[in-house]
Structures are given as C-alpha cells and as structure tokens.
C-alpha cells in the first residue's frame, strides 16, 4: 500500500512540467534519449519554424523567467471547507474561495482543466492606489498567510505606487502566471474576459497576446462608465474588456456564431400588443404609444438599440433603412423593375445584395424590401423588430459607474462598502451572450462578487443552472483609513473578519436573497460553498535537529493536528481531480465511518484503529458498496496510514482489496 506523503504527486496540484514533457513525448517519440529532451533533433523535427535569431519581437519585463518559474512550480498547499459560511452547502455547485488567486489556480489544475466555459476577471487597475500581491515561488502558502494577517509575524502590504520603480513590472509579474494557469482551465471552445483601463491597456494586449495567442483575439469591447467636467485634457471615462479565445479555430470548425436576444423585446411586444387592443389598431397611436416607452430609456440603459424601430404597422415597430449592398463590392447587377413606374430601379453601388433575382423577389414577397416612391431611389432593407429578437453585441456600451455603485449600495442598505464595483447588467449580458445554460464561469478577481450575483441573476431570469467560482483574496480592511473604513466597520457589525473576501460572500448571501424575492417561482441553485486555502492537511517532515526524538514522535501522524475528516476529504478531491460539489455518501463498515465519494471513484477511510481482527469484515465492506456503486471509472481507495494498528493489518487490507480488483490504495 503506496503511502501519500508531501513528496508524492497525489499531495500537489498539477505538475505542468511533467505534463508539457508528457505532451511533446507523445507528439515527438524521436527527440527523446533515457528520458530526456534531445533539443537539436526537436529542432529538426520543427523545421524552419524554430526561430533561433538573439533578437525576438514581444513583451519583457524584468521578473519575467521567475513569473514562469512561479507558473510551473506545483501548490502543496489545500482548500479547507467551510460549511457554516455557505448557502446550502449540501446541494449548492457554486464556490467561493477565499486566498491566494495564484495558489487556487494551481489547486484547481487537477479538478477543473478544460472544464471552465468563460472567465472574466477585472484585476487591480495598477492606479497606485491598488494591491498587487508580492508572490514567493518557494513559500507562497507562508507568504500569502503572512501577507493577509493569518500569522503572528504577519507582513505589511503596500500598494504598487508609481514611485516603486517597478510600477509595470510589478503588475506583470502578478498577472503573467495567473492569466498561464487560467489558460488550462478553459474548454477549448472557452472564452477570457479582462477589464483594464488606459494603464495597462497596452500590456494587458501584449500578455494575452503571448498567453492565448494574436490569432485568438476576439474584440476589445469599450465601456463609458462616467463624465469627468474637472479634467484637464480630456474627460477619460471610458474602461476596456479585451475578451479572446482559448482557440478561436475551434469556434470556427464548430461554426459557433455568438447572437443575444435584443433587450427588452418581449416586455415591448406585450406593451404592443396592450396598445393595439387599446386603440383598436390605430396605429399612429400605437406608435406614439411606443415612442413615449422609448423616451424612458435612459442613455445607458441596454433597451437602447430598440429605439431605432421608429416606424410601426400591424406587424410592429420596424426600420426601413437597412442597406441593400452586396458587402465587399462586386455584386450582382440585374434589372429590377419598381412596382408603380414599371421602370429599372437604380442600381447598389456594390451591387445587389440578394446573389439573385428570384431570390430579390422572394425577399419582396417576404416584405423585407421596401421600394422609394419611383425608380430612381435605391430599395432599402425592412428589419421587423419581432421578427429579429437576436443581434450580434456591440463593442461600444454606455454603462455608467454611478448607476452600478448606487445598485450596489442598496443591497448594502445604502453603505458604500466598496469602490467602483461593475454593474451586474454588464456581466450578466456577457454572461448569457457567450455561454449555454449548464456552463462554468470563473472570477479569480472576484472583489465584489458582481460575478457571482450576475450568474444567479441570469440563471433566474432564463431558467438556466450555470455554475460559478469565485476567488478572492482575504485582504484586510483598515478602518483607520479613509477608503476602508465604511468597509471594516461593516464586517465589525456583521460579526466578521475585516476583509474583502467577506464583502463578496455577504454580497452573495444579500443578492441570492434579492433575487429570490424577484424570482419566487424560480427553484434553481442559490447557493455557494466556501473554501479557504490554507498549508496541506498532510504533515511536512520538520525535524528539530536538537531533539530529534521528539521529532519522530510527532511525526508518527502523517496528518495536521486539528484538522477535521472533512478537510482531508476534500484535499483527495483536489488532489486526486474529482470536483468539489461531486456527491458525497458515508457509511459504517465494521464500526469504522467509510466515504464513497463520486459515485464510487473515490473510497476513503481514515478511521483509527484497523486492527487485524476488523480488516476482514472492513475490505468485504467497502467491496460490496464498490460492486453495488458500480462506478464508470476505476476506484481509488485511500486509508489513513495511522489509522492501522500494524503493518500485518495494513498488508491484509491491501491484499484483500486486490484480490477483488481494487489495486488503487493508498495510505496518508
């Protein structure tokens, strides 16, 4: 029986080293020799497109080979669960993790590589102002314990002000092995999403560039959030998302088109339909009707567009003006004769945009070709509203800050407990245009939690069960200080530590609720699990060379004292890949508590004291609950090394398990 120890690699997240090699191994047999990289025969495998010039185009930066190093070093670090700070713990698919976004990207390798449909992150804008987060390749569960207060000889945190020297730098080397990590997480048909002002608009471009690819850009999209009458030069209000593709090739070859219903169509074919019957079809009061619901929409509200629709008859309101041009130039050019004068029409200066005259007239016969009152006006295309509830999104959006904070504020009975946090409109639009209802989205910069309120927001508004993570740094709030003081004392009021992490999960806890209330026949998943990231539950070997005796005998646990099964549980889970909502039962086996988890995938057993007489009736146990589970996948069965009273019992229960086909066991 293999025992698990600090050294295996069952106790670490991914090894992305060993998996790269695994990867070239299997595309490149040749360019290996006992086991090592020839790199003169892979260059002669890749021919001419090995580019071994001393001068290369792309983005540097001091700290950059130590971001990659960061990047490929494995977390042994874990994800402690925490029932009583969650929403439905038992049923909920949701998480929201409260550490180091760095580590959890590498405790999540495991469990969710490929898995993620979207991410969207809005990262620390790099004002001066921000946190950026010192890493430590070496140490970083220490670090980040130091860093957030968990320790007694806790660090300072400081801001990256321009006056460090290493204002760019510093932020590059913070996102650079974040933006790596998350890259494995997406499906192959999976979509990022990065917020960014003029900052670090440039290298926000430029590293994604390298991480994802040039070719899988998609669309940088702009928001104008605010006016700014006090500027100097301009009134800069704007902010970007530079959204790409993990690969946009495989959107092409599965011939994904991205289209969202036009906001607010439905609610206006009701208002249509209330005024037709209310007017009895007078439709230039019906359009008047229309046109005072237009005059409501404020300037960023996303109803916007249906405003075009001006023009209205029994079929609804409608446009007229739509271009009838071949697109590139070079179309087709035959006679069409207008209806009244019986005469040529004029001729698209590209052409006609129908390939065909038959195909022209099909259009007419449709009504989605309107004439100009003689010959010598071009057709236009007629766009019905009703009939055309989809679009394509725009990349300019007006979408104010101020609207966002004061929504924001209410949930928070009118706090401002947080600064600048994105409007939930715009994630939830994002969200519904870019993923299908069972999809995972995932916020490693959650902040606020505007991610997580805009997944349950959208769930509940189109019948939908996508699943969120969250990440977030615990940052501590400081109620000496301005900015934070609103902030601290409202975790103080609520009975909470002073920290960011716990504004996103109270925001999370109020906005369920909200949208509960505005949602009372929806019964979908309201819920979240929250896990904390902390150091392994299994024991590092310390030794205390002054009393090394003593070391061996506390050493004789494999496991951190203090720790509870659960933890342990859900380490497995992340080490061996299982996913953490995956379903839980438990049992008692010959008087010992027994854990299937994942229908079967998974057995575990850390009760104490497994002695000869027990095993027997202990592995008949688990077998038969094995055979009855009857699980896809092959079983893995992992014991608690010190939780057998000798080696004889250790080697029976081994024996015994194999003898029935589960060769897979383990010790901690």
């Known amino acids: 029986m293999q025992k698990i120890d600090l050294n295996a690699p069952e106790s670490k997240s991914a090894d992305i080293v060993a998996n790269n090699v695994e990867a070239l191994l299997a595309l490149f047999p040749e360019a290996f020799t006992e086991g090592k990289i020839d790199f003169e025969v892979l260059k002669l ?25 960061i990047t490929l070093t494995p977390s042994t670090g874990t994800l402690l669960p925490c029932p009583d700070e969650s929403v439905d713990w038992d049923t909920t ?84 092995p974040r933006l790596k990590l998350a890259r494995n997480l997406l499906r192959d048909d999976g979509m990022i999403i990065v917020s960014v002002d003029d900052v670090e608009i440039q290298n926000v471009r430029r590293i994604l560039d390298e991480v994802f690819g040039e070719e899988n850009f998609i669309a940088t999209l702009i928001f104008d959030r605010n006016r700014k009458n006090d500027a100097k030069y301009f009134s800069v209000g704007h902010e970007y998302m530079c959204v790409y593709a993990k690969s946009e090739q495989k959107l092409s070859d599965q011939k994904i088109v991205f289209r969202g219903e036009k906001e607010g169509v439905e609610e206006l074919k009701a208002e249509f339909e209330r005024l037709k019957k209310l007017h009895d079809s007078d439709w230039e009061k019906v359009r008047d009707g229309i ?56 001729l698209p200066i590209s052409g006609w945009r129908y390939p065909t005259p038959e195909r022209f007239w099909e259009e007419v016969e449709k009504g989605r070709i309107v004439f100009g009152p003689d010959e010598t006006t071009v057709p236009r295309v007629r766009t019905n509203l009703f009939e055309n509830s989809d679009q394509v999104m725009i990349s ?8 966002a904070a004061n929504q924001f504020n209410e949930i928070f009975d009118g706090q401002r407990v947080f600064d600048n946090p994105k409007p939930v ?45 969250l990440v977030q740094l615990p940052e501590p709030l400081d109620a000496e200080r301005a900015d934070q003081k609103i902030a601290a004392e409202f975790c103080a009021a609520i009975g909470k530590p002073a920290n ?83 379903p839980m039962e438990a049992k008692t086996i010959a008087g010992k508590s027994v854990h299937s988890i994942g229908g079967g ?54 024996a015994i398990l194999n003898q029935n086909g589960l060769s897979n066991v383990r010790s901690l």
């Open 45 to 69: 495998l890749l021919g001419g497109t090995v580019d071994e010039s001393s001068e290369k185009y792309g983005l540097n930066w001091h700290g950059k080979r130590r971001a990659r190093q």
């Open 93 to 176: 698919q949701n998480l929201m993790i409260e550490g180091d976004n760095l580590e959890v990207l590498k405790l999540l390798q495991k469990s969710y590589s490929g898995k993620v449909k979207l991410i969207y992150i809005d990262p620390p804008y790099n004002t001066g102002n921000d946190f950026v987060y010192p890493d430590d390749f070496r140490e970083n569960i220490k670090n980040y314990l130091e860093l957030t207060a968990q320790t007694e000889d806790g660090r300072k945190i400081s801001s990256n002000t321009e006056a460090s020297g290493r204002f760019h730098t510093d932020w590059l080397n913070m996102m650079y």
């Open 396 to 403: 300019v959006n007006y979408s104010y800050a101020q609207t």
């Open 425 to 469: 409109i715009d994630i939830a639009r994002l969200v519904s245009y870019l993923c299908e209802p069972d999809d995972l989205v995932l916020d490693f910069f959650a902040g606020s939690g505007t991610t997580g309120h805009a997944v349950l927001a959208e769930n509940a508004n189109r019948g939908a069960r996508r699943r969120f993570i």
């Open 500 to 582: 960011i992490a716990e504004i996103t999960k109270e925001r999370l806890r109020r906005s369920a609720t909200r949208v509960r209330r505005d949602h009372p026949l929806f019964a979908g998943d309201m819920g979240f699990r929250v896990f904390k990231l902390h150091v392994s539950n299994i024991r590092a070997w310390e030794p205390n060379a002054a009393d090394l005796e003593n070391s061996l005998l506390k050493n004789v646990e494999h496991l951190v004292q203090g720790r509870k099964e659960r933890d342990v549980l859900y380490e497995l889970l992340l080490k061996l890949g299982l996913d953490l909502c995956v």
């Open 601 to 654: 995938a998974l057995i575990v057993c850390l009760a104490d004291g497994v002695t000869r007489d027990v095993v027997e009736a202990l592995a008949t146990g688990i077998v038969d609950w094995h055979k009855a589970s009857a699980p896809a996948v092959d079983t893995r069965v992992v014991f608690k090394d010190s939780g057998f009273a000798d080696d004889v019992a250790k080697s029976n229960m081994a």
């Open 291 to 346: 046109l005072e619901i237009y005059a409501s929409f404020e300037e960023d509200d996303p109803r916007q567009p249906l405003t075009r629709f001006r023009k209205l008859d029994a079929r609804g309101p409608y446009r007229d003006d739509g271009n009838i041009n071949w697109p590139g130039g070079n179309g087709p050019r035959y006679e069409v004769l207008h209806p009244n004068t019986k005469r040529p029409c004029k």
